[in-house]
């Protein structure tokens, strides 16, 4: 391509950055958001001491709905639900690995709580619950 008359050819120098200070400050903004930690199903126990815990929820929620599970200990909220999955028409569960106790509670559609205290699991443990809503 031809240039017109009196236009200069764009510069193709070479620029090398002697330090951090001297790099553009794009280069250093993350170009996408960290990844958010997720609950994994898992069997066994890991090196660090965590074994497999499980939460199974009996109850009939409708065609449409689900169950979702909130708490404290590794990987839950009280803010926002982790989905149970539907085993059957009846049957929801969650499995998770943690090396310490939980502590849950039970959601329909992550809104409304299943009534009753706060639910307690230990590392290893199997809990089946009837919620009630």
Same mark, same amino acid.
Request: charged content about 20%; some cysteine.
């Given at each position: ?9 764009? =510069? ?7 330090? *951090?200070? /001297? *790099?553009?400050?794009? $280069? ?7 990844? %958010?930690?997720?609950? !994994?199903?898992?069997?066994? =126990?890991?090196? #660090?001491?965590?074994?497999?815990? !499980? $939460?199974?929820?009996?109850? /009939?929620?409708?065609?449409? #709905? ?10 839950? =909220? ?6 149970? !999955?539907?085993?059957?028409?009846? !049957? ?6 943690? =090396? ?6 039970? *959601?329909? #559609? /992550? %809104?409304?709580?299943? %009534?009753?205290? /706060? ?9 089946? $619950?009837?919620?009630?809503?």
């Amino acid at each position: 391509m031809k240039l017109a008359k009196g236009m200069k050819a764009p =510069s193709r120098k070479k620029t090398i950055a002697t330090s *951090l200070a /001297d *790099l553009p400050e794009t $280069i250093a903004v993350p170009a996408s958001p960290e990844p %958010q930690p997720t609950i !994994t199903a898992t069997s066994g =126990s890991s090196r #660090n001491g965590a074994k497999p815990v !499980t $939460i199974e929820a009996r109850i /009939d929620v409708g065609f449409g #709905n689900a169950l979702y599970l909130r708490g404290e200990g590794r990987g839950l =909220s009280w803010t926002q639900g982790v989905p149970l !999955t539907c085993v059957d028409g009846k !049957t929801w569960k969650w499995t998770g690995e943690t =090396s310490e106790q939980l502590k849950f509670k039970l *959601l329909l #559609n /992550d %809104q409304v709580w299943s %009534q009753g205290e /706060d639910l307690v699991a230990a590392p290893g443990q199997k809990v089946e $619950i009837s919620p009630a809503f």
